[in-house]
């Protein structure tokens, strides 16, 4: 379907480096005006978008505490065992990721912190149209009850029967999640940024999302609203050597693929025959597949490429900087130290990017389309404020107290000097 | 100058908590012209539209070593070590934030750990204009230090004879820092963002500046550049009960009220008579003021606020956020409890806000028109992104592979649950 680049020259780069384009501007128009009539006629507006766009609303918006006790009970237990295990998983990688206060003397008498207080209200869109992606639900709800968040809302769109799928429900529950509106699209986003009678407003927005949701998100940030980022397509990007495992690779790209046509996954190998055995073994694996055709889709614009030396291989993916990086290698541990620029890595031949997805422990929601250049996926951090405290005693604004004088003089500030001197003058009495 | 609101009935606070508007848009079409220019024409742009702005351009728009070099022979001793101590206090508080790579055991077998990796390119800006913002500097280029980027550029506009601020070049030659870009304003961020002939485009923008620079912010960042915020107006609100110093109040009210026109402080008092208080204190300090005339402008604005009760004064500033917030108060470590949403907070009469603007330790790139609620000031994070890795052990996957196909399997996702299988069935052979 594609061809292999073999080698390719630095010049070549920028091309191969190309992502799918995403259109982030085309929908303003369409989903500003749905933000617009939602922050005027609230969850009306909310009913009669969702009946406008899927052909029904549900009778009510909000889940009810009886559909979330029921939800367990419409579960395979072997589901249930699952959530429970990747819970227990992405608790403990996401409360390692806290850290006691620690208490930093910069000067005799100047004693200065950080603390990590919780945004407050947040916001957290699952989608359910395709899918009930509580895998999702898991990834957001958890952080942000470790971060001590106080309102915790979900959005998500109701089925066609009017109700939430028992999987998301049952995910709620575990977590005390108890607020979730059966909406979804912009319009959800509308009802998490500006508030309706039902629902308090939301100070940061977090979840994936079509290109609607990602639209309004855009365009609710821009109005002031915090985000978590603003999610693309996903990408794997996997970097095979000789030790690797085709049969393995293969199926990591598929499953990379099925997640929508403008997937896109990058095969950059040491070897041209390691390309010729992993496309041996799509081949093989392909034809079971249940998302076929969306694989074939993505496929289209895949990227195949050989660089003899890890080197440069490295070099190459650093600058696509992928929001998954797999490392098919028995060498996955000293690899590692080439990465610079990525989302989430898996080192060795036994760890699939699925693991991740669902259940290793670390977050799922992750920077796409390049940005894993500068922004990290979400964890605690994405729920929390970090504020800075200080307490000065005498001894403390006598040893800086000159500085800063000093300093303000120079920047031009009398105000901020004299700030000081007033001290200094009434601790000298 | 301004009213005294005496326990206004919550109905009351919005108005009370409203920031002076702060236009984002207006300058969009100007600020969007200047930017496509550097994007086409680079340097020469940028030149162009320095003559054009500020009726001079620079020789050379890059500061050359011997004017590094030379920058501190032209400062007085006392200033420079006052940066020194700066320079030392802000490192020691910003090296506590990085944290050595800590890996956790989520299930036996299944090892994920996070890891710091710097924003490889970053741009700095400085401004330059009324006053040369080497504070700025150092609080801009010590986290990145530290993150460790690989390239540092800073930009900051030259003075009329060509040069820069030996203030300036003296930080940032303490800091190693030696790319110095002689640019300022909306064509600067041009330059940081897009690249020219002589500067290779940064991954992410830091620094204050004016309106233009601002918009030039807010306008690359979304075309997909990184910011680390954008720069409102500065803010101060001090809390003050009984145990306070009505003079040091003043003085801490009138220095932030010096940043600019633009600027609010708010006081909130537990007893009308220390409102009074600080405002004879005003009237005693304001007449020798240098920049009398922008603190005028900033009272008119100011908010005076009395709330009797301690918890519900807390609820108030929280509701604001402010940047700064001052605890003006013996107890200040036990009302510290209280705070929800801030930027940097100052605890006690002898810590001013001066203080962390300088040489506490702590950051002055904090959050302002209330984004307090959501983001937190500059910090090493800022500088990196903290990346996951995971790495499956035969028995990691063993114990998690099951989960994993059961919730891909209720996903929808048949070649994520695949991905694992295809391992699992190689592992019993």
């Not at 008498?109 to 950080?114: A, E, I, L």
């Not at 889709?297 to 490295?314: D, G, M, N, P």
């Not at 800086?400 to 004088?405: E, F």
């Amino acid at each position: 379907m594609t061809t292999i680049a073999i080698n390719p020259p630095k010049s070549k780069w920028p091309e191969l480096l190309e992502r799918p384009a995403f259109d982030t501007e085309s929908l303003d128009g369409v989903v500003g005006r749905i933000l617009s009539e939602v922050r005027l006629a609230g969850d009306e507006a909310v009913l009669a978008y969702s009946k406008q766009f899927s052909g029904f609303a549900p009778q009510s918006l909000w889940v009810t505490p009886e559909e979330i006790r029921e939800s367990g009970s419409l579960l395979p237990g072997d589901l249930k065992q699952a959530i429970s295990l990747a819970k227990k998983n992405i608790e403990k990688f996401h409360r390692a990721q806290v850290r006691p206060v620690h208490k930093v003397v910069t000067t005799e008498g100047v004693t200065c912190w950080r603390k990590n207080l919780p945004v407050e209200r947040v916001g957290l869109y699952i989608p359910g149209g395709s899918a009930p992606l509580f895998s999702t639900l898991l990834m957001l709800a958890i952080p942000a009850r470790i971060a001590g968040c106080e309102e915790i809302v979900v959005a998500t769109p109701a089925q066609k029967d009017g109700s939430v799928h028992p999987a998301i429900l049952y995910a709620a529950q575990l977590l005390g999640v108890d607020r979730i509106y059966k909406s979804g699209g912009a319009q959800a986003i509308g009802a998490l940024a500006y508030g309706t009678p039902s629902l308090a407003k939301v100070q940061k927005i977090f979840g994936p999302g079509n290109q609607y949701v990602t639209c309004a998100k855009k365009l609710v940030n821009r109005e002031g609203v915090a985000i978590d980022m603003l999610a693309g397509p996903s990408e794997l990007a996997v970097f095979a050597d000789e030790s690797c495992i085709p049969e393995f690779v293969a199926a990591d790209l598929l499953s990379q693929a099925e997640h929508g046509a403008d997937s896109q996954v990058v095969l950059v190998a040491t070897k041209r025959k390691i390309i010729d055995e992993v496309i041996k073994q799509i081949h093989i694996q392909l034809p079971a597949l249940e998302r076929k055709n969306i694989v074939e889709e993505s496929f289209l614009h895949r990227r195949l490429i050989v660089l003899h030396q890890e080197k440069q291989a490295f070099e190459f993916l650093n600058a696509y900087a992928p929001e998954h990086l797999i490392i098919a290698s028995a060498e996955a541990a000293r690899l590692s130290g080439y990465v610079r620029n990525a989302g989430s890595v898996f080192l060795g031949n036994l760890s699939p990017e699925s693991a991740g997805d669902y259940a290793s422990g670390t977050n799922h929601s992750l920077p796409t389309g390049g940005t894993a250049l500068t922004y990290s996926g979400v964890s605690v951090d994405s729920f929390v404020k970090k504020v800075t405290f200080q307490q000065l005693t005498r001894k403390g604004i006598k040893h800086i107290g000159p500085a800063v004088m000093a300093m303000a003089e120079a920047e031009g500030l009398g105000a901020h000097r004299n700030a000081v001197g007033i001290r200094l003058k009434k601790l000298k009495k």
